[in-house]
């Protein structure tokens, strides 16, 4: 499968997958929290086959779905854990722009400047989504980090990273 991603200024990000049927999904992720998802039959196509508005909440149920993440009804505390664990652990994909301090520096260096509290679980780069990157991978400008964390620790590490659209 072949991903692309890209900002849209002033609506969100743009997320492409090419599936191996030569199909395409295009997610558009609004600032306000709502994804479009538009399904192409063929990748080449110009007109849409069809489409589906989400909200954040949908999406992410939709998302552990797909991840095979089944909850069980019956299981009401562990429901509630997830529950508490979603109002507090937040998943951000963070650019690494040109002006960013973490160019040039390897995930290790970076484990030892993040603040406690996130997980740096993946890197896309160069169309290639890395999950559990090597530690001496280095990144470079247009790389996209994907952190687990609480709030408060990924606001943080973007401060850190400098990525904020003013760069």
């Known amino acids: 499968m072949k991903i692309t991603s890209g ?11 090419i599936t191996s049927e030569g199909s395409m999904v295009v997610l558009v992720i609004h600032h306000t929290g709502k994804r479009e998802m538009y399904f192409f039959d063929d990748a080449d196509d110009d007109e849409v086959s069809f489409s589906l508005t989400l909200s954040a909440e949908e999406t992410k149920q ?12 019956a299981d009401t505390d562990k429901i509630d ?40 679980v993946g ?24 952190a687990v964390g609480k709030r408060d620790a990924i606001q943080k590490f973007e401060e850190l990273c400098a990525c904020k659209e003013n760069n």
Do not use: Y
């Open 7 to 17: 900002d849209l200024p002033g609506v969100g990000k743009k997320i492409s997958f």
């Open 62 to 73: 939709m998302g552990a779905q797909l991840l095979g993440a089944i909850l069980n009804p």
């Open 81 to 120: 854990r997830i529950k508490l664990i979603r109002k507090q652990v937040v998943v951000e994909w963070i650019d690494i722009t040109k002006h960013s301090p973490i160019i040039s520096k390897s995930i290790a260096q970076i484990e030892k400047m993040k603040p406690k509290g996130i997980s740096i």
């Open 123 to 146: 890197v896309f780069k160069n169309d290639e989504m890395m999950v559990d990157p090597e530690p001496t991978l280095v990144l470079e400008k247009g790389d996209t980090l994907m």
